[in-house]
């Protein structure tokens, strides 16, 4: 069997009896033949199967790719299932694919951001990554960086208050000194367990959604002057109903029982509503429920959940554009609380 030739522009150009410029003119300079010449070329090209310069050479040279690596928290597997994720890279697709870049979707399990940097342009980073070690390749690469709900001096970043929404919220699920508080959080620990949290490592607060949340739980505890018991806080690896119903489950047969659950993530109360629904117990009578996000679903549980809406494919957007504008800006984005009937 005949092996199929590999044609070069070298190659090419002297089978069709041109010079290289003509050759690679055709495909990058078409100003720089006539009409008939041109076409008459790149009919000689396709012929031969040859489909013009290497790109990936012509973009190591000018140091330009059209590729920016979207950074995410966690598995890629785990992300695009998750709505609020999938929100926010709905809106920086929409950005970049009008400016005629690709996306390239980076695992923040990964161990180094350098298996990619000379083939992009930048990162865009949404959330803290999984692996801490991404975050000081962030800080020192020369590529251009964004930041999404956290920050890390890289001077373009986009995200909301965390703090004081949770604080807003849990103002409104505390009605006495007497209730009783549990918080289910989202990645507290760097752990795939769900297990009660008793003691926080030391985190940077910039680049912990989680740690800025709990703050926020932790002043309207503190200003409404309730008791928060040791064992009531709980870390939840993932925003998946497995893996929240697990400390759904704990909180709820905990003795005496907790009347406010504070929940990180909407995914996170949703498992708590339905648990509670099961139970016979009554919401908001017997338990206030409060989420985090403002996704869709949680608009239409039963109750609705009362939540911090953040407008996540808007903050993409407003990544997207600082990436490709090169800014430097800090966009600090509004939130608001959705008043459904779990709290």
């Known amino acids: 069997m005949t092996e199929k030739k590999v044609w070069t522009l070298k190659s090419v150009a002297k089978e069709l009896g041109v010079s290289n410029a003509t050759?690679?003119?055709?495909?990058?300079?078409?100003?720089?033949?006539?009409?008939?010449?041109?076409?008459?070329?790149?009919?000689?090209?396709?012929?031969?199967?040859?489909?013009?310069?290497?790109?990936?050479?012509?973009?190591?040279?000018?140091?330009?790719?059209?590729?920016?690596?979207?950074?995410?928290?966690?598995?890629?597997?785990?992300?695009?299932?998750?709505?609020?994720?999938?929100?926010?890279?709905?809106?920086?697709?929409?950005?970049?694919?009008?400016?005629?870049?690709?996306?390239?979707?980076?695992?923040?399990?990964?161990?180094?951001?350098?298996?990619?940097?000379?083939?992009?342009?930048?990162?865009?980073?949404?959330?803290?990554?999984?692996?801490?070690?991404?975050?000081?390749?962030?800080?020192t690469t020369s590529k251009k960086v964004v930041t999404a709900d956290f920050d890390i001096e890289r001077n373009a970043s986009v995200g909301i208050d965390n703090q004081q929404a949770a604080y807003e919220i849990a103002k409104l699920a505390i009605n006495t000194k007497d209730d009783l508080v549990a918080i289910l959080g989202l990645r507290l620990l760097d752990s795939n367990l769900t297990c009660r949290v008793y003691d926080l490592p030391n985190t940077d607060i910039q680049c912990s959604i989680a740690h800025q949340r709990l703050n926020g739980y932790h002043k309207a505890i503190e200003e409404l002057n309730v008791d928060l018991r040791a064992d009531r806080v709980w870390n939840i690896p993932q925003s998946t109903h497995h893996s929240a119903l697990i400390a759904v489950r704990e909180a709820l047969t905990s003795t005496p029982r907790p009347n406010v659950l504070l929940c990180m993530s909407d995914l996170i109360a949703l498992a708590a509503i339905k648990e509670i629904n099961s139970m016979g117990l009554n919401i908001p009578e017997d338990i206030r429920v409060t989420g985090f996000d403002g996704i869709d679903e949680a608009l239409r549980s039963n109750p609705p959940i009362t939540t911090v809406h953040q407008n996540s494919e808007k903050k993409g957007i407003k990544a997207a554009e600082l990436f490709i504008n090169r800014a430097t800006d800090s966009i600090i984005i509004p939130f608001h609380i959705e008043h459904g009937g779990s709290c």
């Open 23 to 139: 050759v690679s003119n055709a495909f990058n300079r078409p100003d720089q033949l006539s009409k008939r010449k041109r076409e008459d070329i790149l009919a000689s090209c396709e012929r031969l199967g040859y489909s013009g310069p290497n790109k990936a050479a012509q973009s190591l040279r000018k140091g330009q790719f059209n590729i920016v690596a979207l950074v995410l928290p966690d598995s890629v597997e785990y992300m695009i299932t998750d709505p609020v994720a999938s929100n926010f890279v709905k809106g920086v697709s929409s950005v970049l694919e009008k400016s005629k870049v690709n996306l390239l979707l980076f695992s923040g399990t990964s161990d180094n951001i350098n298996a990619v940097s000379d083939f992009v342009d930048g990162f865009i980073c949404y959330g803290s990554p999984r692996n801490t070690k991404l975050i000081d390749q962030l800080r």
